[in-house]
Every structure is written in structure tokens, then in C-alpha cells.
T-cell receptor
């Protein structure tokens, strides 16, 4: 699976949009971009995933650049409960992450400020 | 639909003992993966089971083992516990196939080895 790079931490004001970037410059054509988040000491929560088109669900939007080398997760109206570590993962669909499972990096610690 | 459940949620053991953790996947999911999370190493893949067979395995010693039952429920066992085995153990389930294989995580079992 391709490697991802994320900023270690970000702050965002409550009620504003939180934009979390992820760089995946070595992504392959058949690899999807997945986002998870983990609130302290809980299990990771699936947020959204996409291949090349922008995606939106009830939690967030995912914007993938045309060359697929980077993406941005957008939380449109951040609340205090969105404070968590956000992980960007790229993997081939159908493999569950492949022989090594999902590869979690260090993620971005997003802190929502009141 | 009920999510992934893990039991017990918290466990305290002493060095040398063994422990068994249980995971019930989302209904209809036939794949179960296990991960270990520690502050120093982050989230690391242990193994994955599908249809009662281990399909993938991470880089952990043989003291870590698992199994899956015909109803897709899974257990993992750690024998001869060491202090370094103190961690959050996470289970994730998924469907099988390129469009249904997003992994969903349970709340985890917090194991403390004294």
C-alpha cells in the first residue's frame, strides 16, 4: 500500500470547516483513499473513502486532486466532538489492506477550539 | 445494524498468564482482523481471518494467536504475557469483495499486564 503524509496536528474553531490534508504521491491507479478517525482510547471510526471522484456523506466530504497525489477531508461545521486523530490510508480495495492489514501512520491530531 | 462488539472491554493480568479476547463482527461480515495499539508503536496489524482460516498475518511472535468460528466470531489469545503486551486490542470486520470491504472497528479491549 502507498504511504501517506499528514500534518501532525491542526487547530480549528468550533463551527468552522476543518480541512485536513493528506499527501499520497505514490498512490497507484487501483488504490482508494480512506479516512478514519480515532477519539481518545476508542476504536477507529470509518469516515469516508474514494477513488478519484469527490465524495460526500453525512459526516464529511473528500476532495481528491485530479492527479490523485493528494486529498483533503472536509468537516463542514466542526464541533468539539470532532476532536480526534484523523488517519488517511490508501489501499487496494478488496484486500482489507493486503498482507499487512491497514497501515496506520501517525495521523493528524485535530483539536477543535471553542 | 449492530456494530462490532468486543469483550471484555478492560482486563488486568499478570506476567506469564494468558488471555483470550473475543470479537463479534457486524452481521453478514465474514472477515475479522485484529490490531494492537500502543503509544510507542501505534496501530499494528496482528492477523486476519476469513471463513475460519487465517488469511494474513502481521509481524508478531507466536504467542499471539487467533481463531474464527463458523458464525464468524473470532477470538485472539496471548500466552505468556509480557509487560509490553499492555495495549488496546482492536478488532475490525468487513465484507469480502471490492465494493463491500470497508473495515469497521470495535471499541477495543484495554489489556493491562502487571
Amino acid at each position: 500500500d502507498a504511504k501517506t503524509t499528514q500534518p501532525p496536528s491542526m487547530d480549528c474553531a468550533e463551527g468552522r470547516a476543518a480541512n485536513l490534508p493528506c499527501n499520497h504521491s505514490t498512490i497507484s491507479g487501483n488504490e482508494y483513499v480512506y479516512w478514519y478517525r480515532q477519539i481518545h482510547s476508542q476504536g477507529p471510526q470509518y469516515i469516508i473513502h474514494g477513488l478519484k471522484n469527490n465524495e460526500t456523506n453525512e459526516m464529511a466530504s473528500l476532495i481528491i486532486t485530479e492527479d490523485r497525489k493528494s486529498s483533503t477531508l472536509i468537516l463542514p461545521h466542526a464541533t468539539l466532538r470532532d476532536t480526534a486523530v484523523y488517519y488517511c490510508i490508501v489501499r487496494v480495495a478488496g484486500t482489507g489492506g493486503g498482507a499487512d492489514g491497514l497501515t496506520f501512520g501517525k495521523g493528524t491530531h485535530l483539536i477543535i477550539q471553542p | 445494524k449492530a456494530g462490532v462488539t468486543q469483550t471484555p472491554r478492560y482486563l488486568i493480568k499478570t506476567r506469564g498468564q494468558q488471555v483470550t479476547l473475543s470479537c463479534s463482527p457486524i452481521s453478514g461480515h465474514r472477515s475479522v482482523s485484529w490490531y494492537q495499539q500502543t503509544p510507542g508503536q501505534g496501530l499494528q496489524f496482528l492477523f486476519e481471518y476469513f471463513s475460519e482460516t487465517q488469511r494474513n498475518k502481521g509481524n508478531f511472535p507466536g504467542r499471539f494467536s487467533g481463531r474464527q468460528f463458523s458464525n464468524s466470531r473470532s477470538e485472539m489469545n496471548v500466552s505468556t504475557l509480557e509487560l509490553g503486551d499492555s495495549a488496546l486490542y482492536l478488532c475490525a470486520s468487513r465484507g469480502w469483495g471490492s465494493r463491500t470491504d470497508t473495515q469497521y472497528f470495535g471499541p477495543g479491549t484495554r489489556l493491562t499486564v502487571l
